[in-house]
């Protein structure tokens, strides 16, 4: 079993950062991912790496603005959030993913229906 706990949510006015950050109480993962779900929309993937090749993957939103990158001596993965849009706000969730061998495995690496693990969510809110 996995425990992941995000911190680093907040407000920002349109084209400011944010920074995420999600910590796995093991390294018993193959992927971590980040989410979002905004009201009334369904959970969508946001970004994911796989720890052991370091490979990323990002929806085409954010391709360009947001980087997930990893320190794996603390198990911890970080998302930074650039150029924040108001269409980006929404609350954020880390994921773990146990089975498979990477992101890749069986399927897309942003679809969250692989992910078993999932920590609380922290908002993140963007005015215009």
């Known amino acids: 079993q996995v425990q992941v706990v995000e911190s680093g949510g907040g407000s920002v006015q349109a084209g400011g950062s944010l920074k995420l950050s999600c910590t796995a109480s093991?390294?018993?993962?193959?992927?971590l991912g980040w989410f979002r779900q905004a009201p009334g929309n369904d959970r969508e993937g946001v970004a994911a790496?796989?720890?052991?090749?370091?490979?990323?993957y990002y929806r085409d939103s954010v391709k360009g603005r947001f980087t997930i990158s990893q320190d794996n001596t603390k198990n911890t993965v970080y998302l930074q959030m650039n150029s924040l849009k108001p269409e980006d706000t929404a609350i954020y969730y880390c994921?773990?993913?146990?089975?498979?061998?990477?992101?890749?495995?069986?399927?897309?690496?942003?679809?969250?229906?692989?992910?078993?693990?999932w920590g609380q969510g922290t908002q993140v809110t963007v005015s215009s």
């Open positions: 093991t390294r018993s993962y193959v992927c």
């Open positions: 790496i796989s720890p052991g090749s370091g490979l990323t």
């Open positions: 994921a773990a993913r146990s089975s498979g061998e990477n992101c890749q495995w069986g399927g897309p690496p942003l679809d969250p229906g692989p992910f078993r693990y």
